[in-house]
Each structure stands twice: as structure tokens, then as C-alpha cells.
T-cell receptor, first 114, second 115 residues
Framework: AQTVTQSQPEMSVQEAETVTLSCTYD???????LFWYKQPPSRQMILVIR??????QNATENRFSVNFQKAAKSFSLKISDSQLGDAAMYFC???????????FGEGTQLTVNP | DTGVSQNPRHKITKRGQNVTFRCDPI?????LYWYRQTLGQGPEFLTY????????KSRLLSDRFSAERPKGSFSTLEIQRTEQGDSAMYLC?????????????FGPGTRLLVL
């Protein structure tokens, strides 16, 4: 069974600084998707960024980028120029290409200090 | 596009009562998912539909849980004889199966408290 591990329950960053959130996963599949979702307090989960495993190029979305290391099964999220609105719980998630369900990690609570 | 909506947003019930939650997906999405999220944890998959067909159910979905999507649009999740362990946030998500990456879009959730 696939598992997703986020080893940092909490992280903090100063406003305008850069922070990296870690995620590792375990799978025997060669083709799959990885996601980072953001869940602000009392608000719904929204997609931050998506990575297709067959793509070697790391995905980027404005201030958000990933470091995808397929051989190491690592998928970290880098947030540049952190803003107060980035404060949230961040979840790493995995989905098989042929599958449907998302498998989530335990989450990392990010605090942004002014 | 109004996004995924869920009702009610909060539900408090007594142990042993039945509860029903509703999810309205994004209108053109043909897949609909239910997840459960306990405090401080990531969501866990419960079940999903493609159109009106329920294609997969997790082992987490005990016999007391039933989900329907009768016309391939909205879905309901019913919990019978609720237990305190059912207290959680119930999340609904929808996606378009043929889209690249098939991103799932989440609703705000229904928070259930069983007393």
C-alpha cells in the first residue's frame, strides 16, 4: 500500500523568507501524481501544486515550487517570499495514475511570523 | 463555477442517531469523493463515485455508512447509529475524470460531533 510521510508536524518562517516542507512517499508504481494541498484554518482545502511523476521538470506555481526526487521518493515544497496568508496546514498527497483515491500525509502546520 | 458545496457545515448529534450529509460537486465533474479527517490528521479516503456508480469503498466505510449519488450529480453520506468515534470532518471532493492529472477540488466539509 502507498504511504505518504510528512516528518515536520510544524514549521515556522519569517514573512518574506523561504521555507521548505518535506514529504516522502512509498510506492511500487512508476507512474503517479503528487500534490500539495493547503488547508487554512476553518477553510477548505485548495490545491497548491501538482507534479506528474513522468515529468523530470519540477513544477512551479508563482512563489511555490517543488523538488521532486523520484529515485529518493521525495517531494518537497518550497515557498518563496512567504506571506501571512500562507499560514495553513499543508498536506502532501499521492495518487496512482490509474487510480482515484488520494493518499495524504499527516500534514505540516506552517506559521508565518510578521 | 461555484465550487464544491457541502451541507450542513456543522452537525451535533447524540450517539445512536442517524445523520445525513449532502455534497454538491462542481457541475461538470463526473467523479465525486468522500474523505474523513480527524483532528490533526490528513484526510482518509472513504468512497468515490463515477457518475452514479460507486466504484470503490475503503475498509474504513463500515456497514453503518452508506453513500449514494442517485442521478450522478449531488451525493449523500449517511451514518446510522452514530458512535463517538465517528466525530470528524467529512470532506467531499469532485474531479473530471478525463482531465490531465484529474485534480480533486474539495468542499468546506461537514464537521460532525457525536455526543
Amino acid at each position: 500500500a502507498q504511504t505518504v510521510t510528512q516528518s515536520q508536524p510544524e514549521m515556522s518562517v519569517q514573512e518574506a523568507e523561504t521555507v521548505t516542507l518535506s514529504c516522502t512517499y512509498d510506492t511500487s508504481e512508476s507512474d503517479y501524481y503528487l500534490f500539495w494541498y493547503k488547508q487554512p484554518p476553518s477553510r477548505q482545502m485548495i490545491l497548491v501544486i501538482r507534479q506528474e511523476a513522468y515529468k523530470q521538470q519540477n513544477a512551479t506555481e508563482n512563489r511555490f515550487s517543488v523538488n521532486f526526487q523520484k529515485a529518493a521518493k521525495s517531494f518537497s515544497l518550497k515557498i518563496s517570499d512567504s506571506q501571512l496568508g500562507d499560514a495553513a496546514m499543508y498536506f502532501c498527497a499521492y495518487r496512482e495514475t490509474s487510480g482515484s483515491r488520494l493518499t495524504f500525509g499527516e500534514g505540516t502546520q506552517l506559521t508565518v511570523n510578521p | 463555477d461555484t465550487g464544491v458545496s457541502q451541507n450542513p457545515r456543522h452537525k451535533i448529534t447524540k450517539r445512536g442517531q442517524n445523520v445525513t450529509f449532502r455534497c454538491d460537486p462542481i457541475s461538470e465533474h463526473n467523479r465525486l469523493y468522500w474523505y474523513r479527517q480527524t483532528l490533526g490528521q490528513g484526510p482518509e479516503f472513504l468512497t468515490y463515485f463515477q457518475n452514479e456508480a460507486q466504484l470503490e469503498k475503503s475498509r474504513l466505510l463500515s456497514d453503518r455508512f452508506s453513500a449514494e449519488r442517485p442521478k450522478g450529480s449531488f451525493s449523500t453520506l449517511e451514518i446510522q447509529r452514530t458512535e463517538q468515534g465517528d466525530s470528524a470532518m467529512y470532506l467531499c471532493a469532485s474531479s473530471l475524470a478525463i482531465s490531465v492529472g484529474e485534480t480533486q477540488y474539495f468542499g468546506p466539509g461537514t464537521r460532525l460531533l457525536v455526543l
